[in-house]
C-alpha cells in the first residue's frame, strides 16, 4: 500500500487508486478575480490566485492517472429561493448575493463570474457540483456521485481554506472519507486563519484528516503513473 508523507502521520492511499479523488472547492471568479464577491467583501483576491499553479499540477497528475476529479461552486438560482435570507443579509460589503456586479450578478449560477478560472477549468467527465451551501455535500448529489464510483478516499482542495473547504473535509470525515488537505492546493483571505485550520485538522491523531504539500503527493501519484495505475490496467 502507498503512503504520502503527511501529519499527524503517513497517509495511506487506497490499493486500487481508483477509490481516491481529487476534490477542488470552489474555484470560482467570483473568490479569485477583481470585481467578484470576495473583493465585494474587501479582500484581496490575489492571495488565492497563488495556489493555482501547484493545482494545475495536481489536476494534471490526476487527469493521467484517469483518477475522479470533483468541482465545486457555491452558487444560488437565479430567484435565490435556495439561499438563505440570514445567508443574503451577512458580508456587508458593496455587493452581496444576487447584485449585479462587473462579473454578472454575484453568486448566481451560470453568470460569467461564477465560473471556474479559466486556468481550472473541467473537462468533460469530470464532475462539477453547484452547492448553495458552504459544504460540497449540503444539498447536492456528491455522495451520490462518490458512492457510485466507489470512493473511499478524498484529496481535498480550494478556497477558503477555513470555510467551504474545511465545511466539506468535515462533512466527509463523518461520512468516512479519509480525508487529506493539500496544504499548497489551498487558501484563504487571512494566512492564520488557514494555519489555524490546517492545525486543527491534524489535531488529536487526526481527528478530521491529514494534510500534505502538494510534493509529497505528485510524487505518490507519479510513482503509480510509471507502475501503470491507470484505469483498467
Known sequence: MSTIAALPYEYELPADLQHLALVIIDMQRDFLEPGGFGAALGNDVERLQAIVPALQQLISAFRKLKLPIVHTLECHQPDLSDCPPAKLKRGKGSLTIGDLGPMGRILVQGEPGNDIIPELQPLPGEIVIHKPGKGAFYQTPLATELQQRGITHL?????????????????????????????DCTESYFPEFKQSTLAMVRAQGGIVGWTAASTAVLQVLEAGSVAGVTHGV
Open 155 to 183: 484529496l481535498i482542495t480550494g478556497v477558503t481554506t477555513e470555510v467551504c473547504v474545511q465545511t466539506t473535509m468535515r462533512e466527509a470525515n463523518d461520512r468516512g472519507y479519509e480525508c487529506l488537505l493539500v496544504e
